[in-house]
């Protein structure tokens, strides 16, 4: 049986199928030979990849630089004895361990999904008899049949179709059910031009068919989708690249000064174990433990802010990934559409009528071309919508206030249409019932209905169709008076033309009378003999709150790309209404698309020229998408991708946060993204790059305020070390020091609100660092006042004879005070912290007052004095240590007038992004 592998299957005949996989169409596959081929090709399932053991994927949360500093500075802790600190350092270790595990390791179940899809029931003929069996029992060469509401149970080449029509729109993009056939087709056509097959997890919408199975599990299209899920890479965020970065940094200088300090002790004839200690000492001080757990928990407000605006986040470093973001990918249909087809135009009598209203909803009006409603229905559009209304098979309900469509979405549209001006379609085919019907098929191109007229005692010809096939059946067109001309086929050519180049889907409509004996259709009898009664021009109309979202991501700095399995016209036409703009634009200015065709004859260095200037690429398939993905990130953008489709898990898996859909999107899509849409709309995505970036800004606000307090603990050893004094601090108050502020005063920073103009800012260039270079001369000015003026108190205070332990008390005054006016500085890194409001966060302002009451206590309390070797100081010990907390206050506020916004840069992957 390896000679059905690598077939395109789509290519050959009925026959050559069927005897390429030793089957027959009269009695399908003997029991036996199923037994055969299962042995040889397994369960029609999907396997994947094996996942990863949970102990493995818990263990690998431990495997970062930061980590094993926090690992370091706990068993320094032990070793000097402090075991409830050590004990905390490893709780945190712990708990930022099991919250990566439980985020992460569901991503691993978009595989398990995948499964879902094919686990249903199906009906195959074997031994000459129909059986019921579970789809997961199908091997290749069994005849499944068809109809309307099945799943597609695996791949099949199509061998009947009877007005079969499958909705694939999870797999390929497809906004309509695609009318199928069983011609050979050339070797090249896409998967969704691809109308002879019909592909596991797809949905039949209508009609009947019979296929040969070509394909089960793995091998299936889905299944193949499924292989380049569990292959995408799981990327790390531009957070926890940055976060990785600058802890192998850290590293490196902690060592590094560590050592210094050894050696220096050492060559001044100090005693090894008090300089070992020393150098302990100054890497406790200056590894920041409270990093790990306000990256966990600032992630982890954002999830919950994002919670309130729809947005559910799987995998927290996702809140902040959309806030460095410089494209989001989407997909068209249902994404940045509504997903229910819309007429909205009408031509009729020589003239154009708008139809206002989108979806399934019948509420609108009709109104001609120059925006004024018309007195009365005019004669000819009447004639449209009626035959639009009976010539159909389609059906609308409401249902708890929504409005279901039963049957085929283009025909529903019809019967909406009619709906708005006034005709009910179960009216009309009460006064005007039906007696026969020639269903539409792709041959004909055209649905044919015959319909007793009782006021008019004769019978009416109902005609539905593409307009050049309804063309050849006409010889004349209806004016708007009722009167009948001449049939101007140029011209109803010429204006179908123009409605497709808008993105419009145009059907075409004419009727015919016959005598009432007559009870069947018969072709020949009105061949060439119909009235042309007019068009209905339709489309998947865009979201409303789109357009504004693309609007603002565009002022945000971020391009937005359209990739849609959909056809090129209409994507397009929906780009050019969303105001998505690209350098490569079509005659009529509209982005013009790249249609998965070209996307395939294009090598890696071609698609890399293209991918920047084009905005819109159609016809695309998931192989295609997950390409575009990767051409993008090599291109430096930081990516992301909507979808709610099979088709587009792949892509949302591999780029930088996936986007999926939580009401119209697969299972497959949610496990595979990174962020859920509640509500399915585009425009909450503005919602959660603006928490995004707030998220980012409160991270770094953290760092840079954090990271003052461990140079300067390291530059307050390093100096008395260096000057043969005793240590100014012990280790186990530079823990104090570190973990207490870093509780309740630097996670206060998570809660700071979004600053005014987040949304004009140009996306960050994903290679900057956390902290600049504006920022680093800010924090690294604050280490030094902290540093000099606690020695300089330090100093002052033993020289004069003064004791050790209150001097020391001083210092941790110093150091603490300096982190409180110093936090309310970094509230805002570019402006006075009075500018964003002093009240806008009251939790700074509880954990500032608290942190002051829990140092009176360190410093007063007889029992805190004896743990951690503190002592009483005067009042003016108490002026000198907040005089130089209020210097090192002043400092930053003056710096920040000379400096520029170093929150902010211009982006150099959106040049096109104006400063604002």
Not at 209 to 237: C, H, P, R, Y
Not at 611 to 628: C, G, M, N
Not at 862 to 874: Q, S, V
Not at 875 to 886: F, P, T, Y
């Amino acid at each position: 049986m390896e000679k059905i592998f690598g077939k395109h299957w789509h290519h050959l005949s009925v026959e050559e199928a069927v005897q390429l996989l030793d089957s027959s169409l009269a009695t399908g596959l003997g029991l036996f030979e199923v037994q055969h081929r299962r042995e040889r090709f397994g369960l029609n399932e999907f396997t994947g990849k094996k996942p990863r053991s949970a102990l493995s994927a818990f263990l690998k949360q431990f495997a970062q630089p930061l980590v094993y500093l926090l690992v370091l500075a706990a068993g320094v802790t032990a070793i000097l004895g402090h075991y409830v600190d050590a004990a905390v350092i490893f709780s945190v270790v712990l708990v930022n361990a099991i919250i990566g595990f439980l985020q992460e390791y569901r991503a691993e179940k978009a595989i398990e999904s995948l499964k879902q899809m094919v686990l249903s029931e199906c009906t195959v003929i074997r031994d000459g008899l129909k059986r019921r069996i579970s789809s997961r029992d199908l091997v290749p060469g069994d005849l499944v049949l068809l109809q309307s509401g099945d799943k597609a149970p695996a791949d099949m080449r199509l061998v009947e179709s009877r007005d079969l029509q499958i909705d694939e729109s999870a797999l390929t993009g497809e906004s309509v059910p695609v009318q199928k056939g069983i011609e050979v087709l050339h070797p090249s056509t896409a998967l969704a031009d691809r109308t002879n097959m019909a592909y596991a997890g797809t949905l039949v919408t209508y009609g009947q068919g019979k296929g040969v199975v070509t394909a089960t599990g793995n091998l299936t299209a889905s299944g193949q989708i499924a292989e380049m899920i569990s292959e995408a890479a799981d990327l790390a965020t531009p957070l926890t690249r940055k976060i990785a970065h600058f802890s192998r940094i850290l590293l490196y200088v902690i060592s590094a000064l560590a050592i210094l300090t050894f050696l220096v002790g050492y060559l001044r004839k100090e005693p090894i174990l008090d300089m070992f200690m020393a150098s302990v000492a100054l890497a406790v001080g200056m590894i920041p433990e409270g990093l790990p757990a306000a990256v966990t928990i600032t992630l982890a407000i954002g999830v919950k802010r994002l919670a309130h605006r729809r947005a559910i986040i799987r995998k927290l470093p996702a809140v902040e990934t959309l806030g460095s973001t410089t494209i989001i990918c989407s997909d068209k249909t249902g994404t940045m559409t509504q997903n229910q087809m819309t007429v909205q135009q009408i031509f009729a009598a020589g003239e154009h009528f708008q139809v206002t209203g989108s979806g399934y909803a019948p509420e609108g009006r009709l109104l001609r071309s120059d925006g004024v409603a018309p007195d009365s229905v005019p004669f000819s559009v009447q004639r449209v919508l009626i035959a639009g209304a009976l010539c159909n098979d389609s059906h609308i309900t409401q249902e708890e206030g929504q409005w279901k469509i039963q049957g085929d979405p283009t025909e529903a549209a019809l019967l909406v249409s009619a709906q708005k001006t006034g005709y009910l379609p179960e009216e009309l085919s009460a006064k005007i019932p039906r007696l026969d019907v020639i269903p539409f098929e792709s041959d004909r191109q055209y649905m044919a209905t015959l319909n007793h007229d009782p006021e008019a005692g004769d019978n009416l010809i109902f005609v539905k169709g593409a307009v050049e096939k309804v063309i050849e059946l006409c010889s004349q067109q209806a004016e708007a008076d009722g009167a009948r001309n001449p049939l101007n086929p140029e011209a109803i050519l010429r204006e179908t033309e123009n409605l497709a180049m808008k993105g419009y889907r145009v059907l075409a409509f004419a009727e015919g009378r016959c005598d009432a004996v007559q009870k069947k259709l018969v072709r020949d009898s009105w061949y060439g003999n119909l009235v042309f009664l007019g068009l209905q021009a339709l489309m998947d109309p865009p979201r409303p709150e789109s357009k504004q979202a693309v609007a603002t991501c565009k002022s945000a700095g971020i391009k937005v790309k359209m990739i849609t399995g959909d056809h090129a016209l209409t994507a397009a036409a929906i780009a050019a209404q969303l105001g998505i703009e690209a350098r490569r634009k079509g005659d009529d200015g509209s982005p013009k698309a790249i249609t998965g065709r070209e996307l395939a004859g294009f090598s890696d260095e071609q698609l890399m020229s293209v991918v920047e200037d084009t905005a819109v690429f159609a016809r695309v398939d998931p192989s295609q998408k997950l390409r575009l993905v990767e051409a993008l990130q090599a291109h430096g953008h930081v990516v992301a991708m909507t979808g709610d489709g099979v088709n587009d898990a792949p892509a949302l898996k591999q780029a930088d946060i996936g986007i999926a859909m939580g009401q119209a999107g697969t299972d497959v899509a949610r496990e595979a993204a990174d962020m859920i849409l509640t509500d399915d709309n585009f425009a909450t995505i503005e919602a959660a790059v603006e928490e995004g970036r707030g998220v980012f800004d409160n991270l770094t606000k953290f760092i840079v305020w954090t990271l003052p307090t461990n140079l300067g603990e390291g530059m307050l050893l390093m100096m008395a070390i260096f000057l043969g004094l005793t240590l100014p601090v012990t280790p186990v108050q530079i823990l104090w020091i570190n973990m207490t502020t870093a509780l309740l005063l630097g996670l206060m920073l998570a809660f700071e609100p979004t600053e005014q103009g987040i949304m004009v800012r140009p996306p960050r260039d994903p290679k900057r660092p956390i902290v600049t270079w504006p920022l680093i001369v800010r924090l690294l000015l604050v280490s030094v006042i902290m540093a000099a003026g606690g020695f300089w108190i330090y100093d002052h205070i033993v020289v004069g004879g003064g004791d050790v332990a209150e001097a020391r008390t001083v210092v941790v005054n110093v150091v603490v005070f300096t982190e409180i006016f110093y936090l309310f500085n970094c509230r805002s890194l570019s402006r006075s912290p009075w500018s964003v409001g002093f009240l806008s966060n009251r939790w700074i302002i509880f954990g500032a007052l608290l942190m002051a009451a829990l140092q009176i206590v360190l410093t007063y309390a007889p029992m805190m004095n004896r743990w951690f070797d503190t002592a009483p100081i005067t009042a003016e010990e108490w002026l000198k240590a907040l005089g130089v907390s209020l210097i090192a206050y002043a400092a930053v506020e003056v710096l920040k007038r000379f400096q520029a916004d170093p929150g902010r840069s211009a982006s150099r992957l959106n040049p096109d992004m104006p400063d604002k």
